[in-house]
């Protein structure tokens, strides 16, 4: 899912752009520049995906501890979210 941007929209992002670099040199300018900018529904997204990843951790982690031995066996977190492999 992909949009377009909207010439005014592209407009205005080049105008900040070019603001930023003749004024990178600047103390403030290098601060704001230096942090990073998402938007709100990215940044909550990923909290999310974090918590929800988190969470399948411990409960695989309690599921370990309270079963027996060597019944449960660790597979790696890369191998686990592959689900088929295509040739």
Do not use: C, D, W
Request: aromatic fraction near 4%; charged fraction near 40%; hydrophobic fraction near 30%.
């Amino acid at each position: 899912m992909f949009l377009q941007i909207l010439p005014r929209e592209r407009k205005k992002h080049e105008y900040l752009e070019a603001v930023k670099n003749r004024y990178k040199h600047l103390p403030e300018v290098k601060r704001i520049v230096r942090h990073r900018h998402l938007p709100k529904p990215i940044y909550k997204a990923t909290k999310q995906i974090r918590e929800i990843t988190e969470s399948e951790r411990r409960r695989e982690e309690r599921r370990k501890a309270h079963s027996a031995p060597g019944s449960i066996q660790n597979k790696p977190l890369r191998t686990q979210r592959i689900i088929t492999e295509a040739e």
